[in-house]
C-alpha cells in the first residue's frame, strides 16, 4: 500500500485545514506560546536520544524518545545533518511543544502509512529555525514501482465509524468490493468508498455517513458500481477533478440514495482533461437536496489550472423518485464550464418529483446534448444558463423504497453498533455474488 503521507496532522488533514480556514477571526490562529519559551522550558535533540546523522541509522525511536522527553513542553531538535527515517512515529499527545529542523530527514522506510504523524496535540509548531530543514520522502521509487493493488477482493464484511475514510483504493486494479456495509458518523471527512484505477467492480455495498458514498476519483477506467444503498450519505460522485483528468467506461447501475446531498454529483472548479463514457443509470431517490449534478464551478475546490475539464458521452438514464424542494434546488442541474463546454450529455427518462411545494426547475448551463434543458446542436459553445419550471409531477416518478431507511444521522459523540451486512442494497435486487455464509 501507498504511503499517505510525510506528515499527517490530526485525523484528516484536509478538514483541519478546512476548518480552520473558515473563520479566523473567533479563536487564535497558530500556536499560543513562543518559539522562543518553548527552548527555553527545555531542548531535546534527538542525537542525544540515539540519533545519528549518518544518513543510514534509523531514527524513528530517537524522534519518539526526545518527543517524549519534550512533549509537555519544550522543542524537539532535529539538528544539521541527514537522518534517515526507516520506521513511522506517531507523536500523541503534546502540548506547548515543538520540532526544530534544521536537518534533513529522508525516507529509509517502505512501509505504508504515515511518516510522521502528529495527533492530539495543542500549541504546536514545526519549522526550520534557519530555513533550511527538510523532509525528503522519496516518492519517485513508489511512482516508479507502481505500487498497485490488483486481483484483489474485499467482501462480506462492516467497516464501522472510522475516524476518517472508511475505504480508500488507491491505484488498484482488477478488484472486487461487494456485499459490505459501512456506517460512519453524521459529519463530513468520513468518505465510504474512494476509488480509482482500472478494471474494478464494486456492488452490492451500504454507506451511511455523511460525505462520499462510492466515488470515483482521477485518474480511472473501466469502472462499475452497481447495488449501491446510499442509507444516510453524501451520495456517490466523481472528484474533486482537477488538472489532468482521465477518466473513462465509468457506470453506475442501481443506485439508491435517501437523505443524502446528491444521488450523483461531478465536482470540480477549473481543471483539465476529460472525463468521458460514462453512464449513471437506474438511480432511485428520496429526500436527497440535489439529484443529478454536474457542477464545474464547484466551490468548495480551490481553481485548478486549466479551462475546464471536458464532461463529454455522458448518460442519465431512468432516474426516478423525489428530491427534498426542488424549487429550491433543481432535482436536474447541469452546470458546465464557459470554457469548456459539456458535449454530448444525454438524459433520458428522468422523472423525480419535489417533496415540499409544487414546482421544481431544472438548470443547465452551457451544456451540450439531447433532453431536458441541454441545448442540442453540435456548436459545443458556452451559451450561458437555461432554466425549465415543471409545475406538475413528472409521470412515472414514483418509486420504490428500501425497508428500513434512516430518519435521522449517526451519533459522533457515541460508539456506532456493528451491523450485520444486508441481503439487499436495491429495492428488488440481490447480491450479484451470494452472501459468504447465505442467510
Ligand atoms: C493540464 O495543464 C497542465 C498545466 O497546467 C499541463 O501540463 C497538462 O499537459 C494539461 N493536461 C491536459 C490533459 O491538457
Ligand atoms: C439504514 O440505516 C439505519 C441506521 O443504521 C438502519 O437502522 C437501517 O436498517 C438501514 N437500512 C437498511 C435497509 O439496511
Known amino acids: 500500500m501507498h504511503i499517505r503521507s510525510i506528515l499527517l496532522l490530526g485525523l484528516n488533514a484536509f478538514s483541519v485545514a478546512w ?16 518559539s522562543d519559551a518553548k527552548w527555553a522550558t527545555k531542548i531535546c535533540d534527538i542525537t542525544d536520544y540515539g540519533a545519528v546523522a549518518d544518513g543510514a541509522t534509523d531514527s524513528g525511536a530517537a524522534i519518539l524518545a526526545a518527543f517524549n522527553a519534550c512533549s509537555s513542553g519544550g522543542v524537539v531538535n532535529i539538528p544539521l545533518g541527514t537522518f534517515a527515517l526507516a520506521t513511522w512515529v506517531t507523536l500523541s499527545g503534546g502540548n506547548a511543544w515543538a520540532i526544530n529542523l534544521e ?13 510522521i504523524y502528529i495527533e492530539h496535540s495543542t500549541d504546536f509548531e514545526i519549522y526550520s529555525s534557519r530555513g533550511e530543514g527538510a523532509v525528503q520522502g522519496y516518492g519517485y521509487q513508489f511512482h516508479s514501482e507502481g505500487t498497485y493493488v490488483t486481483n484483489f477482493a474485499i467482501h462480506d464484511i462492516a467497516l464501522v465509524d472510522s475516524p476518517a475514510f472508511h475505504l480508500t483504493l488507491d491505484t488498484c486494479n482488477q478488484g472486487e468490493v461487494y456485499n459490505m456495509i459501512i456506517r460512519g458518523g453524521n459529519e463530513g471527512g468520513l468518505d465510504g468508498i474512494d476509488v480509482w484505477g482500472f478494471d474494478i467492480w464494486v456492488h452490492d455495498v451500504e454507506v451511511t455517513n455523511k460525505d462520499e458514498c462510492v466515488t470515483i476519483k482521477n485518474p480511472s477506467n473501466h469502472i462499475l458500481v452497481e447495488n449501491i444503498y446510499c442509507n444516510w450519505s453524501g451520495g456517490c460522485g466523481m472528484g474533486s477533478l482537477g488538472t489532468d483528468t482521465d477518466i473513462s467506461k465509468i457506470e453506475y447501475n442501481n443506485i439508491y440514495t435517501v437523505n443524502s446531498n446528491q444521488m ?9 482533461g ?10 432511485i431517490g428520496h429526500g436527497n437536496a440535489y439529484s443529478l449534478y454536474i457542477n464545474a464551478y464547484w466551490s468548495d475546490q480551490t481553481v485548478a489550472d486549466g479551462d475546464g475539464i471536458l464532461y463529454n458521452s455522458i448518460t442519465f438514464n ?14 436536474l442541474y447541469v452546470l458546465c464550464s464557459s470554457t469548456n463546454p459539456c458535449t454530448n450529455i444525454i438524459i433520458e427518462d428522468f422523472a423525480m418529483w419535489t417533496e415540499s411545494g409544487s414546482t421544481e426547475y431544472y438548470k443547465c448551463a452551457d451544456a451540450w446534448g439531447q433532453g431536458y434543458c441541454l441545448e442540442g446542436g453540435s456548436q459545443h459553445t458556452a451559451y450561458g444558463t437555461t432554466t425549465s419550471t415543471v409545475t406538475a409531477a413528472p409521470s412515472g ?20 453498533a456493528i451491523p450485520t451486512v444486508p441481503n439487499t442494497f436495491f429495492p428488488g435486487a440481490t447480491p450479484a455474488t451470494p452472501r459468504v455464509y447465505g442467510s
Do not use: H
Open 103 to 115: 536537518g534533513i530527514i529522508v525516507r529509509t522506510g517502505t512501509a505504508g502509512g504515515n511518516m
Open 264 to 272: 450523483f454529483m461531478f465536482k470540480s472548479n477549473g481543471g483539465n
Open 397 to 416: 416518478y414514483s418509486a420504490a423504497t428500501m425497508p428500513g431507511e434512516l430518519t435521522a444521522g449517526l451519533g459522533i459523540t457515541t460508539s456506532i
Open 19 to 34: 476548518a480552520q480556514l473558515a473563520d479566523t477571526s473567533s479563536y487564535p490562529i497558530g500556536p499560543l506560546t513562543t
Open 318 to 331: 431512468n432516474w426516478k423518485g423525489t428530491c427534498a424542494n426542488g424549487a429550491q434546488r433543481p432535482p
Open 274 to 283: 476529460t472525463v468521458t463514457e460514462v453512464t449513471l443509470q437506474n438511480f
